[in-house]
């Protein structure tokens, strides 16, 4: 599996960003996708997670309420949905696949197998 993320860029603070993770090979339908952030100068923390059904979305406390996984398994893509974006968001994103038939969703990130590059969404005040 490969992933492309993108969608990132500067926001105001309040305002709302969509990121994409875009997949190539057979295996995203059954994988678990998840997106996880990493700020300058800290570690990777988890963000949300989906299921291969779409159902029932894991979310870190911070991104509850304001963030929204969901995925297209036709079009290969999984995305999130920013809103209320605050300073703290500021990070650069990643996407991630656990792999195929792997139906447990894990916050840690070394559950994930396959990685995107990465989007950077700065949020200004």
């Known amino acids: 599996v490969q992933l492309q993320a993108s969608g990132g860029g500067l926001v105001q603070a309040g305002g709302s960003l969509r990121l994409s993770c875009a997949a190539s090979?057979?295996?995203?339908?059954?994988?678990?996708m998840g997106w996880f952030r990493q700020a300058p100068g800290k570690e990777r923390d988890f963000v949300a997670a989906?299921?291969?059904?779409?159902?029932?979305?894991v979310y870190s406390n911070a991104a509850k309420g304001r963030f929204t996984i969901s995925r297209d398994n036709a079009k290969n893509t999984v995305y999130l949905q920013m809103n209320s974006l605050n300073f703290e968001d500021t990070a650069v994103y990643y996407c991630?696949?656990?792999?195929?038939?792997?139906?447990?969703?894990?916050?840690?990130?070394?559950?994930?197998?396959?990685w995107g590059q990465g989007t950077l969404v700065t949020v200004s005040s």
């Open positions: 991630a696949a656990r792999g195929s038939g792997i139906t447990v969703i894990h916050r840690v990130s070394s559950s994930y197998r396959y």
């Open positions: 989906i299921s291969w059904s779409g159902g029932a979305p």
């Open positions: 090979g057979r295996t995203f339908s059954t994988s678990v």
